[in-house]
């Protein structure tokens, strides 16, 4: 093993603790953080008797989950069951790997530890755990993986609520996979490269991508929430409707390991926003952030922090405030509108890239300044085109209950059944 | 498909042609795989355990993927026997019972109850009672209709109004336990009267709250009304057509948002509703939506009223003035011999109505309910029958939720406004 391989070993090592400690607290945490904004909102305390301001209570939370009785239902499939939840867990987990979360650090050293050896590392050394060249392709690879934990989860508890959750789940990730990465396409345009690095450079170059490619962030933004099951789009687990959807039938710490899954999922998700298109760590106005000192990676990292953190926020905002969608009305604004518009918009792109190309502007900031204006522009007539008729609509019922009446008369000539009328 | 589960589970469990006991199973067989758990439909049971049940309905649905193809209600979970409980009581004693059967409007109940003896005696109320029993109602009508627009909130996910409506609700309760000493059993009235008048200072309670309520509800106004979730929820879901509400025999805002122009205090005014000053909101499309509108409103017409019914409440007795029905006063009692014979028929005997019968509905917040009593003379009823307006509403949801979503059942069933107590009796 060479002392270059040993340093990057160990770096990498720690940065994989870190990560891994900050990703499991700051998860514990948001707990805490949504019980608190909540109560914000609707006038009341929120927790505030464990530790101060409430602190410890999701110390509290995990120690009790971990002390309650299993329980399994008897008809469950057992290996799967208890498979479920790791499932749903991992991959939520291993998304933080991918994500920068500060400038590079300038890192040279050269020492000698006894049995170890020599470990060396000189150069710039990229904040994040695993910086591989597959980028966001990789993020969108992972974060399919955990509809099998949801869709195992509905499906191995042998309950028709965690059937239905479980169904409810796998179709709406799916569909909202589609029109995410249909949407992360403009992005590539612009960088050519899907590198988390090479999209956070671009766009400390010219402008954070969320002006430029606004379309692509109001889908990625939307797509995003109903990847990871928050509401408006939380069907899969719609309380008063499944209970509790794919998760009914579980209890203690396999509950927890989906709960935390969906807030790790929140993380990712608004890490990926950040990263994507507010300029992840950069700092705007300034190029200082890149020079490689300790502060300079502390203050990124500390202006990366606010940009997921107010993403975190907005998404807590919209749990408390909306409305549910209807399991036809989310799979029509999916497949309907959400997947038309990210493919348009990739047209609109490419084509104005080239037309760009075309006329000669080939400074990185006049592109990205006349794609601004593009863009508004587009975001103007579609957000003023969501109107409630376009998007949500109404309802089919009318069409529905043609087709249940068919149904109910093949039904009637069907033996058994009497009195049912 | 093996139709035979379908029909064994769509059995309400009954005796059979020999009287034997047939019981269906609901819980998980030990059998991995359910019989018919392969085949097209299938059986889901919501309730009576379920957070969208409103107490203890349990819906047997027969879906088609998502779709509703049948609805069965099955109801009778909270079943408390009040009216046969009631042949045994004294007409003053019904009052507690009154409370418990829509125990989320109790002040109400306790005034169609009063009314419906009083009608049956022949009793002129006191100026200053009518005005309270105005109030009494309007509050309920708010805080059952807070209830409402909560739980409904929360079953199309929006959890933040609930609390909001729930805070306004706690002020109502807190007005009625100083009013009464209890939050919720109230048992206000009493034949001919009221239990206790007002205490000091009440009005400005309730004044504070009629000048600040209508903020809260422009706050969920601005949270529901034009949010494109909400409408799409909402629109063209659960439909009645007008025909159809009247045919189901809807009451209240159920049969309004149907566009059927009937509202008790209106038509059949008691209480002297007349004199007061107020729009009944009507509905057009018979749906969910148009139900959360009219209760909406009507939750801003009965402030209108309770400020109308505050000012026009004058200093006077509460009770008539009759010792048939009203106890002598506790000093009088005690001194005077008329006064204490009174007071020994009273305790002993109760009110005593003449023989005959008398139905008396009231617009409560969620329908018309209906008292008839019929009196052989005694001071027992012989009978004593209840008009409950959510079991009567709750009769259509298998004919609205026919056709419907999964997610759409639990938003009709919210809008029907039921109370399981007043369902089952």
Redesign the interface.
């Known amino acids: 093993m060479t002392p270059e391989l040993k340093g990057f070993l160990l770096v990498s090592i720690v940065k994989l603790l870190v990560v891994f400690t900050v990703v499991m607290v700051g998860v514990a945490l948001l707990t805490l953080l949504e019980r608190k904004v909540?109560a914000w909102?609707?006038?009341?305390r929120g927790p505030n008797r464990a530790g101060w301001a409430g602190l410890l209570q999701p110390a509290a939370d995990g120690l009790k989950n971990i002390l309650k009785e299993e329980t399994r239902?008897?008809?469950s499939?057992r290996v799967l069951f208890l498979a479920a939840p790791a499932m749903a867990f991992i991959p939520a987990l291993m998304l933080s790997a991918v994500i920068p979360f500060a400038a590079p650090l300038r890192l040279d050293f050269d020492f000698t530890l006894p049995l170890l050896g020599r470990f060396v590392h000189q150069g710039m050394m990229p904040m994040v755990v695993a910086d591989i060249p597959a980028g966001f392709l990789f993020v969108l690879a992972i974060s399919s993986m955990g509809i099998y934990g949801i869709a195992l989860a509905g499906w191995s508890s042998?309950?028709?609520?965690s059937l239905?959750g479980g169904l409810r789940a796998s179709a709406q990730m799916v569909s909202y996979e589609v029109a995410m990465g249909m949407s992360l396409i403009p992005v590539l345009l612009l960088t050519g490269d899907v590198s988390f690095s090479a999209v956070i450079r671009e766009q400390q170059q010219t402008l954070w991508f969320v002006l430029p490619l606004f379309v692509s962030f109001f889908v990625f933004a939307v797509a995003g929430l109903a990847e990871i099951n928050r509401?408006?789009f939380?069907?899969p687990e719609?309380?008063?409707?499944l209970?509790a959807g794919y998760h009914t039938e579980y209890s203690a710490m396999k509950f927890s390991m989906f709960f935390i899954a969906e807030y790790a999922n929140m993380v990712t998700i608004s890490a990926m926003m950040a990263t994507l298109f507010l300029g992840g760590w950069d700092i705007p106005f300034t190029t200082w952030d890149e020079s490689g000192t300790v502060l300079a990676v502390l203050v990124s990292h500390l202006f990366f922090f606010a940009k997921v953190f107010s993403w975190i926020f907005l998404i807590m905002w919209l749990r408390?405030?909306?409305?549910?969608?209807?399991?036809?009305?989310l799979m029509a604004l999916g497949w309907k509108f959400m997947l038309p518009v990210a493919l348009a918009y990739i047209m609109v792109i490419a084509l104005a890239l080239w037309g760009m190309g075309q006329l000669g502007w080939t400074a990185p900031g006049t592109r990205a300044w006349a794609l601004t204006a593009v863009s508004l522009i587009l975001g103007v007539i579609i957000l003023v085109g969501?109107?409630?008729g376009a998007?949500?609509?109404?309802?089919d019922?009318?069409r529905?209950?043609?087709?249940?009446?068919a149904?109910?008369t093949q039904?009637a000539g069907?033996?058994?059944?009497p009195g049912?009328d | 498909m093996s139709s035979r589960t379908v029909e064994m589970e769509l059995q309400t469990p009954t005796l059979d042609a020999e009287g034997r006991v047939r019981h269906v199973p609901l819980g998980v067989s030990d059998s991995a795989y359910e019989e018919g758990f392969g085949s097209e439909h299938m059986l889901v049971n919501i309730g009576p355990q379920h957070p969208a049940t409103h107490g203890v309905l349990r819906l047997v649905l027969e879906l088609e993927g998502e779709t509703v193809l049948r609805c069965i209600p099955h109801i009778g979970y909270l079943h408390s026997g009040f009216e046969k409980l009631g042949e045994y009581r004294q007409y003053n004693q019904l009052i507690p019972l009154t409370d418990r059967t829509d125990y989320l409007s109790p002040m109400a109940n306790n005034v169609g109850l009063a009314l419906a003896v009083e009608k049956l005696m022949g009793i002129e109320l006191t100026e200053r009672c009518k005005v309270l029993r105005v109030i009494a109602c309007e509050m309920s009508r708010i805080i059952s209709h807070l209830v409402w627009l909560g739980t409904t909130g929360i079953d199309l996910g929006a959890y933040t109004p609930f609390l909001w409506s729930f805070q306004e609700r706690e002020r109502i309760y807190n007005l009625q336990e100083a009013w009464t000493g209890a939050r919720l059993t109230t048992s206000l009235t009493r034949v001919g009267g009221l239990m206790a008048d007002i205490p000091e200072g009440w009005e400005d309670g309730l004044r504070e709250f009629c000048r600040t309520f209508p903020s809260t509800l422009d706050e969920v106004d601005t949270m529901f009304t034009r949010n494109a979730i909400w409408i799409g929820r909402t629109q063209d879901v659960g439909t009645m057509s007008r025909e159809d509400a009247i045919n189901y025999s809807l009451s209240g805002p159920m049969l309004r948002a149907s566009a059927v122009d009937y509202d008790v205090r209106k038509d059949r005014p008691y209480l002297d509703y007349e004199t007061y000053d107020f729009d009944v909101p009507v509905g057009e499309h018979g749906d969910i939506y148009d139900r959360y509108t009219v209760r909406m409103e009507e939750m801003r017409q009965s402030n209108r009223i309770l400020e109308q019914a505050l000012d026009r409440l004058r200093p006077g007795p509460i009770n008539v003035d009759d010792p048939r029905v009203i106890l002598p006063p506790k000093s009088r009692a005690m001194s005077d011999m008329e006064a204490m014979i009174y007071h020994f028929k009273q305790v002993m005997e109760g009110v005593k109505p003449p023989a005959g019968e008398a139905y008396m509905g009231i617009e409560n917040p969620k329908g018309e309910l209906g008292y008839y009593m019929v009196s052989d003379g005694s001071a027992k009823p012989v009978r004593w029958r209840i008009r409950p307006p959510s079991f009567i509403n709750i009769a259509a949801l298998p004919r609205m939720c026919e056709g419907a979503l999964l997610s759409d059942v639990i938003a009709i069933n919210a809008s029907v406004d039921i109370v399981m107590g007043e369902v089952d009796r």
Do not use: C, H
């Open positions: 909540s909102m609707q006038n009341r239902p008897g008809a499939s042998n309950s028709k609520y239905m509401l408006p939380d069907l719609a309380e008063s409707e209970t408390w405030t909306l409305p549910r969608f209807r399991y036809d009305q969501l109107d409630r998007i949500v609509g109404g309802s019922l009318r529905r209950r043609l087709a249940a009446a149904a109910r039904l069907r033996p058994g059944a049912m």
